[in-house]
């Protein structure tokens, strides 16, 4: 990796830390976290998107407070909210994966940013119901999509949009500076 990618790639982990601070609270916070892993993607690519993405969870993972309410640990992860985190690296992932079969214009992006997120919505209820429910307090289905991602829809489809303006700003910033 180059010094230049390296130091891109920091940056990027250290917006998502961020984008985790701005946060209301909530059984799942709302946070502007999806748009930090957005814009890493659709600003480094894939790869060094996906890095960012896993840089930052294993900033959040060894205590450092990057997490929405200034947050860290393991425990972040431990709990019924952790298989979102997981998700984030999920969307860089399926975002990556996609950017492969389709490359990196316009209509992939928003697409595989859709995927990525309702691969992450996936995930992460799934983890927050077998948690929950460990914890004796079984939740139907539809009671945890209305708590944890239905809310989160629209919210999440703008931090895309806004992720998208943005990095098509950033993006010829860097060229000129590249």
């Not at 909530?26 to 993405?53: D, N």
């Not at 079984?138 to 990095?167: G, R």
């Amino acid at each position: 990796m180059k010094t230049r990618e390296a130091a891109l790639t920091g940056v990027m982990a250290a917006g998502m830390a961020v984008c985790a601070w701005i946060s209301v609270p909530g059984p799942v916070p709302f946070t502007l976290q999806t748009m930090g892993v957005f814009l890493a993607v659709g600003l480094l690519g894939g790869r060094l998107g996906s890095l960012a993405v896993g840089a930052y969870l294993l900033l959040g993972a060894v205590g450092l407070p990057v997490f929405s309410g200034f947050s860290g640990g393991v425990a972040s992860f431990a709990g019924p909210t952790g298989g979102y985190l997981v998700g984030f690296l999920l969307i860089a992932l399926v975002m990556w994966g996609l950017e492969f079969l389709w490359g990196r214009g316009r209509a992939a992006y928003f697409v595989s940013g859709a995927a990525g997120l309702a691969v992450c919505y996936l995930f992460g209820t799934v983890w927050y119901m077998v948690l929950y429910s460990a914890a004796g307090k079984p939740a139907e289905l539809f009671t945890v999509l209305s708590w944890c991602v239905f809310p989160f829809i629209l919210p999440d489809l703008l931090k895309l949009t806004l992720a998208f303006v943005l990095k098509e700003r950033l993006r010829s910033a860097l060229k000129r500076q590249g």
